[in-house]
């Protein structure tokens, strides 16, 4: 413990980036969209769930960023592309 508190004292930029970066997503996860815990047991039934909670949380990030009327005429013109 006493060697992993000296490392963190000394990279405090790069624990400050993981904190903006990465722990948000979780902690949005968590309290706002209130998934403090696993409903499933087992590994297999907890990546699902873990999975869909990930998905749920870029489709609002793409909604928010976005806006509903964007996301649509994207996906419209996806589909166009593919056709052709």
């Known amino acids: 413990m006493e060697e992993m508190q000296q490392r963190v004292a000394g990279q405090?930029?790069?624990v400050k980036a993981r904190k903006s970066l990465v722990e948000h997503p979780f902690g949005t996860m968590k309290r706002g969209m209130d998934h403090g815990h696993f409903l499933t047991r087992g590994l297999a039934k907890v990546?699902?769930?873990m999975r869909l909670t990930v998905?749920?949380?870029n489709l609002k990030r793409v909604l928010n960023i976005l806006g509903i009327e964007a996301l649509i005429r994207r996906?419209?013109?996806e589909r166009?592309?593919?056709v052709l």
């Open 12 to 14: 405090l930029e790069k």
């Open 80 to 82: 166009l592309l593919h």
């Open 75 to 77: 996906s419209r013109l």
């Open 47 to 49: 990546r699902g769930e």
């Open 55 to 57: 998905l749920v949380y």
